[in-house]
């Protein structure tokens, strides 16, 4: 018989998670579940911050990515997945949350830093960036990265407490 304890249950440490999203000023990350998302103008950031990494992500997520993400271990998730048991399986120093709403949800508790690059955006309707959160995550600001300056688009840096 095994016995689970709360300490062999948690992904390690040392494992960085980090939530990244490019979302509208509103807090919308896409207007519909099966949206490619052309009005983001980070993805070379998005690429050179995530290469190399594994990215988790939700199946409606990976249904918009359509040539996939070349250089990145993808992990699609479903509802049944339990985030602990994905994050105890990467063997890397870092892993990307890259969405849909109900993903960044289901890992939020899990979270050690939120890179959000914030558009000129405002939707009236959509995908929120988390759509239902068990707990407030407390962030400190790590570092502001330009990304277009003149259009007013940065990506904010925090780590979550």
């Not at 995530?50 to 479903?78: A, F, Q």
Request: with cysteine; charged share 25%; net charge positive.
């Amino acid at each position: 018989m095994t016995i689970n304890n709360k300490k062999d249950s948690l992904p390690p440490k040392t494992l960085e998670v980090i939530g990244i999203a490019a979302v509208t000023v509103n807090g919308y990350i896409a207007r519909h579940s099966r949206e490619k998302i052309l009005w983001s103008k980070d993805l070379s950031l998005f690429k050179k911050q995530t290469k190399n990494c594994p990215v988790i992500m939700g199946s409606n997520t990976y249904k918009t990515l359509g040539d996939g993400l070349p250089g990145r271990e993808m992990i699609v998730v479903n509802r049944t997945d339990g985030p602990v048991d994905i994050l105890r399986r990467i063997d890397k120093k870092r892993c990307f949350v890259i969405g849909g709403g109900k993903t960044y949800s289901k890992f939020s508790s899990y979270l050690t830093h939120l890179y959000l690059t914030i558009h000129p955006m405002v939707f009236k309707r959509g995908i929120r960036l988390f759509t239902k959160l068990e707990r407030e995550l407390l962030i400190s600001f790590v570092r502001l990265v330009p990304v277009v300056e003149e259009e007013g688009i940065f990506q904010f840096q925090f780590k979550v407490e």
